[in-house]
Each structure stands twice: as structure tokens, then as C-alpha cells.
């Protein structure tokens, strides 16, 4: 069982940045590949990236590609996201997400453990 809290969120201008973090609880951290999600208003929750238990393999979306980077830190059984050169579309809920998956699913059906997610608002 894993418990995941997020934190790091918050208001910042486009063009900025924010680093996100969620905390772990639970002695199988280790073994889980982690992911972060967004949610906007009214749209589906969607994939951001993911990082394998090693750190060894990591998968990003698209639209973050280039701009984002996922890491985990074991001994801190943390894992983070570094959000540079925000948009205004990058706005939504951000959850952190955790599964046994020995791959990076961007699918989020494949995620049982989930934060409750921080606000993330990039201002034009």
C-alpha cells in the first residue's frame, strides 16, 4: 500500500516555472513506477510523465515534452516534477500516481494509488 501526497503547486506567470513533489508512504515505493496526471476544468484527466522504479526509463507527453522532467529521489521516496517554461494551457489539478506496472503506462487505468492533487495556475 502507498500513499501519495503532492505539494509545490500554485499561481505563476507564463513562462515560468514550478516544481512539484510528492511525498511517499509505505515500505514498496520503491518497486512502483510513478507518474504525474493533470486535470483541467471539464476535461479528462490526461498523462504527463512517468518514471520507472529505477529512474532508469521515463515517458512524457507530448505537449511537455522538452519543457518538463520527472525524477524520484528512493531514499527520500519522493518523486518530482520540474515544470519550466509554463503556458497557460499547462493550468489543472496535478496528481501524482503510482502502480506496479514495470513500465511507464501513460494510461491511467493502469495507476491503483493516487494524491489528491495541487493546483497548478499559469496566468497570461
Known amino acids: 500500500q502507498v500513499q501519495l501526497v503532492e505539494s509545490g503547486g500554485g499561481l505563476v506567470q507564463a513562462g515560468g516555472s514550478v516544481r512539484l513533489s510528492c511525498v511517499a508512504s509505505?515500505?514498496?515505493?520503491?518497486?512502483?513506477?510513478m507518474a504525474w496526471f493533470r486535470q483541467a476544468p471539464g476535461k479528462e484527466r490526461e498523462f504527463v510523465a512517468a518514471i520507472t522504479w529505477s529512474g532508469g526509463s521515463t515517458r512524457y507527453a507530448d505537449s511537455v515534452k522538452g519543457r518538463f522532467t520527472i525524477s524520484r529521489d528512493k531514499a527520500k521516496k519522493t518523486v518530482s516534477l520540474q515544470m519550466n517554461s509554463l503556458k497557460p494551457e499547462d493550468t489543472a489539478v496535478y496528481y501524482c500516481?503510482?502502480?506496479?506496472?514495470?513500465?511507464?503506462?501513460?494510461?491511467?487505468?493502469?495507476?491503483?494509488?493516487w494524491g489528491q492533487g495541487t493546483q497548478v495556475t499559469v496566468s497570461s
Open positions: 509505505g515500505r514498496t515505493f520503491n518497486s512502483y513506477t
Open positions: 500516481a503510482g502502480a506496479t506496472t514495470g513500465w511507464t503506462s501513460p494510461n491511467r487505468y493502469d495507476y491503483p494509488y
